[in-house]
């Protein structure tokens, strides 16, 4: 049973404390394959939101859905086998480069996990380092770069061939260099998988399907670019700063 990638909110609250909604009434449609960049200031529930996609946490009210299932009816463990996450500090282990790639797919055979280095564009910096796919990561990941981190856990979200796509944006600067290597690995790992970006560069913004701006837990406002700049709301405000 492939999962295809529709995930339909439906009027979602969530609380930490009772009586106090973090998100309140939030509904969108992602059909399979679309990119959802979601944007909004500091506290108003992006995080939060992403986290009740993968069951982190349940609703309180409403419900979300995966391909018209409730996502409550789906086991944890099966419904992140769906998922990938490349996260702002995405975490490795200690171990070689090529388990911590491979944490992406468990069964995967060294060359599999060397086309995903390769589609992420994460190889040619592997192979530049002593021991190369063997070198041995620390727990805290020093010795290779913040970029070079986000280029392995493309490289392992990528092994993984999920149907859904969770990421967040680095706000931290990265040398334009890598800045690139990361645009290209992450375009290769988005295409064909509904990907939902919690978005901090404009480029990602502008060519999302649909964009929701999020404001003190309510979505405010959805849509594709061009038509949130019409309306000549809070997007448009954020948009020219
Ligand atoms: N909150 C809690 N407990 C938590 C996490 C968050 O009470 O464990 C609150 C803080 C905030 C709201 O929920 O008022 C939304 O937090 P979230 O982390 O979802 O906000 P964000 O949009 O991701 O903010 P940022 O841009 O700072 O990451
Ligand atoms: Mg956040």
């Not at 509904?194 to 929701?212: G, M, P």
């Amino acid at each position: 049973d492939a999962v295809q990638g529709a995930v339909v909110f439906h009027k979602v609250s969530f609380a930490y404390e009772e009586g106090r909604n973090t998100l309140k009434e939030i509904s969108f449609k992602a059909k399979p394959g679309e990119t959802i960049a979601i944007i909004g200031p500091t506290g108003a529930g992006k995080t939060s939101l992403i986290q009740l996609l993968s069951r982190f946490y349940d609703t309180s009210e409403g419900t979300i859905t995966l391909d018209g299932r409730d996502i409550r009816t789906i086991r944890r463990e099966s419904l992140r086998s769906h998922m990938a996450f490349v996260l702002q500090d995405s975490f490795l282990f200690e171990g070689t480069i090529r388990d911590n790639i491979r944490y992406g797919k468990l069964d995967a055979t060294d060359s599999q996990v060397e086309e995903a280095a390769k589609l992420a564009n994460a190889h040619s910096f592997i192979m530049r380092l002593s021991g190369g796919y063997d070198r041995v990561l620390i727990a805290d990941g020093s010795g290779i770069s913040q970029g070079q981190r986000q280029l392995i856990a493309i490289a392992r979200a990528i092994l993984k061939d999920p149907a859904i796509l969770v990421l967040d944006e680095a706000t931290s600067s990265i040398d334009t260099v890598s800045e690139i290597k990361i645009q290209e690995g992450l375009k290769r790992l988005m295409e064909g998988r509904t990907s939902f970006v919690i978005a901090h560069r404009l480029n990602t913004i502008r060519e999302a399907d649909r964009i929701l701006v999020l404001k003190e837990g309510c979505l405010v406002e959805q849509g594709p670019h061009e038509e949130l700049l019409g309306k000549q709301g809070l997007y448009s405000d954020l948009y020219h700063g």
